[in-house]
């Protein structure tokens, strides 16, 4: 577990360093929606997912059916969704493609390459690294886990930050634009 660190001191001149006691073969994911619906408060859907077997050659990352699973949370929403998305190889998936194209409910974007200062979620990432996460040295991986539940969580109680991570962007709900194959 890499220690997100926020601030630290030395003295003048030195370097600063700081210890952790070794490095965890763990590895844990989270993917979100950012949910905008006109006159209506914003929604956070998030899945935190703990991959275990990684050091036996398992899968590091979400597939294709996790997003795919995520983004079956139109149901709980109860209108269409429109995805904005960065170009992470999963994203681009054929068989995540063949899933949004037989959806009629199911709009996609794909942001230029390297622009994650328009999507939504770079910014909610930002806030759970600056609150939750600052300055803390996880005990355990349940720990980790936990932490991250919580900061998600008080995120998600509070709409105006996630509409202030759409309003960071300079997107608006009207945006229009072609949709990307």
Known sequence: MTLPTTRTWARRGQTPAIRVR???QRRFSIAALACYKPGER???IYRPKRHVDHKRGGRRSFTWTDYRDLIAA????????VLIWDNLHVHKDARLRAFIDAHGWITC?????????????????????RSSQA????????????TLR???RQIQYR???IEGCLADTGLTLTT???QAQ
């Open 135 to 146: 300055n803390t040295a996880f005990t355990d991986p349940d720990h980790l886990m936990r």
């Open 159 to 161: 709409s105006n930050l």
């Open 176 to 178: 229009s634009r072609q």
């Open 150 to 152: 919580h900061g998600l």
């Open 109 to 129: 974007y794909f942001l230029p390459a390297y622009a994650p200062d328009l999507n939504p979620v770079e910014g909610l990432w930002s806030l759970l690294r």
């Open 22 to 24: 070794g490095r965890s």
């Open 42 to 44: 914003s929604r956070l």
């Open 74 to 81: 139109h149901q709980q929403l109860g209108a269409p969704i």
